[in-house]
Nanobody, 117 residues
Framework: QVQLVESGGGLVQAGGSLRLSCAAS????????MGWYRQAPGKQRELVTT???????NYANSAKRRFTISRDHTKNTVYLQMNSLKPEDTAVYYC???????????WGQGSQVTVAS
């Protein structure tokens, strides 16, 4: 089992920045991919970005050049640095992890990010 605990959401003005953190605990040795998804009101959950254990990253087009994912293996933590935030970035952001063995997926509790225009 893997537990994911997020922190760092909040309210920010358009053009501002926020950093989300997600700390993993439990069977962290089994985690390959970590990342972030988001879900805006009335919309489906969508990929923001992922990073694998080798440091390879994947970004949604909406996140490219504005968001940066990073991972600290010593702390079992993944970060999402969000810059130049826009009102359309408003959503609940969910931390995500997928294990090497069986590809089991885990989700954090979600962090609200609100960008005011």
């Amino acid at each position: 089992q893997v537990q994911l605990v997020e922190s760092g959401g909040g309210l920010v003005q358009a053009g501002g920045s926020l950093r989300l953190s997600c700390a993993a605990s439990g069977s962290t040795f089994n985690i390959n991919v970590m990342g972030w998804y988001r879900q805006a009101p009335g919309k489906q959950r969508e990929l923001v970005t992922t990073i694998n254990s080798g440091g390879n990253t994947n970004y949604a087009n909406s996140a490219k050049r504005r968001f940066t994912i990073s991972r600290d293996h010593t702390k079992n933590t993944v970060y999402l640095q969000m810059n130049s935030l826009k009102p359309e970035d408003t959503a609940v952001y969910y931390c995500y992890a997928r294990t090497i063995l069986y590809g089991i997926e885990y989700w954090g509790q979600g962090s609200q990010v609100t960008v005011a225009s």
